[in-house]
C-alpha cells in the first residue's frame, strides 16, 4: 500500500470510527450507565467485532452483499429494527443502569454479532474493503486494513466508552441520566434515520 493510500486508509477510519453512530451511543450511554470497566466487554466486542466482519467481508462476503439486493435489503431493514429497539430500550426502560430495568451491559458476543446487523458497519466494511482491498494480494491488504480498524477501533470505543463514564458526576439524578440517556436513544434513531435514507 502506498503511504498515500495509508494515509487515506487512517483517514477513513478515524473519521467512520470516532464520529457519533449506533456503536458510539451505546459505548457512552454504557460507559455512564454501567461504568467503564463493566463496560470493556462491549467495548472489545465492538472493537475486534467489526474489523473481523471487514476481514470476512474482504475475503468472502463482498461480492455477494454487492450483488444480491435481496441480502443487502434484509440486513439494512433487519439491522435498523434492530437498532431502533435498542434505541427504545435505552431511553425508556427505566435507565439502563436501573436494576429495576433488568438491562445489562452488552456481552463481548453481543457486541460483536450486533455488527453483523449494523447498517453503519457494513457501509463502512464494504466501502473500505473496495478502495483499499488490492485485488493481486487480497489476504495481505485485508490484513491490513483490518488491522487499521482494530487499532483506531479499539482506541475509539475506549474514548466513547470513557467519556459517558466521565459523565456520571454530572448524572446524579434520575431525571439527569434520563436525558442522557434519550439523547443517546435519538443520535441512534437519527443515525438508523440517516443510513436508510441512503
Given at each position: 500500500m502506498t503511504p498515500e493510500a495509508s494515509l487515506a486508509?487512517?483517514?477513513l477510519a478515524i473519521g467512520t470510527l470516532f464520529t457519533p453512530g449506533p456503536n458510539n451511543a451505546m459505548l457512552a450511554a454504557s460507559g455512564a450507565n454501567f461504568?467503564?470497566?463493566?463496560?470493556?466487554?462491549?467495548?472489545?466486542?465492538?472493537?475486534?467485532?467489526?474489523?473481523?466482519?471487514?476481514?470476512?467481508?474482504g475475503l468472502l462476503l463482498g461480492g455477494l452483499f454487492q450483488t444480491s439486493?435481496?441480502?443487502?435489503?434484509?440486513?439494512?431493514?433487519?439491522?435498523?429494527?434492530?437498532?431502533?429497539w435498542l434505541a427504545w430500550k435505552i431511553a425508556f426502560s427505566g435507565g439502563i443502569g436501573s436494576k429495576r430495568s433488568g438491562v445489562h451491559p452488552l456481552t463481548y458476543v453481543?457486541?460483536?454479532?450486533?455488527?453483523?446487523?449494523?447498517?453503519?458497519?457494513?457501509?463502512?466494511?464494504?466501502?473500505a474493503v473496495s478502495q483499499f482491498v488490492i485485488a493481486a494480494k487480497p489476504v495481505a491488504s485485508s490484513v491490513t486494513v483490518c488491522?487499521?480498524?482494530?487499532?483506531?477501533?479499539?482506541l475509539s470505543s475506549a474514548t466513547w466508552a470513557f467519556a459517558g463514564q466521565s459523565l456520571?458526576?454530572?448524572?446524579?439524578?434520575?431525571?439527569?441520566?434520563?436525558v442522557f440517556n434519550v439523547t443517546m436513544a435519538a443520535l441512534i434513531v437519527l443515525s438508523t434515520v440517516q443510513l436508510l435514507a441512503h
Open positions: 486508509l487512517i483517514g461504568g467503564f470497566r463493566r463496560t470493556v466487554p462491549h467495548m472489545l466486542g465492538v472493537a475486534t467485532g467489526f474489523p473481523v466482519m471487514m476481514l470476512i467481508v439486493a435481496v441480502l443487502r435489503e434484509t440486513l439494512r431493514w433487519g439491522g435498523a429494527a434492530i437498532l431502533l453481543q457486541a460483536a454479532a450486533f455488527q453483523w446487523v449494523n447498517p453503519k458497519g457494513w457501509s463502512m466494511a464494504i466501502a488491522g487499521v480498524f482494530l487499532g483506531f477501533g479499539l456520571t458526576r454530572w448524572l446524579t439524578t434520575d431525571r439527569r441520566l434520563r
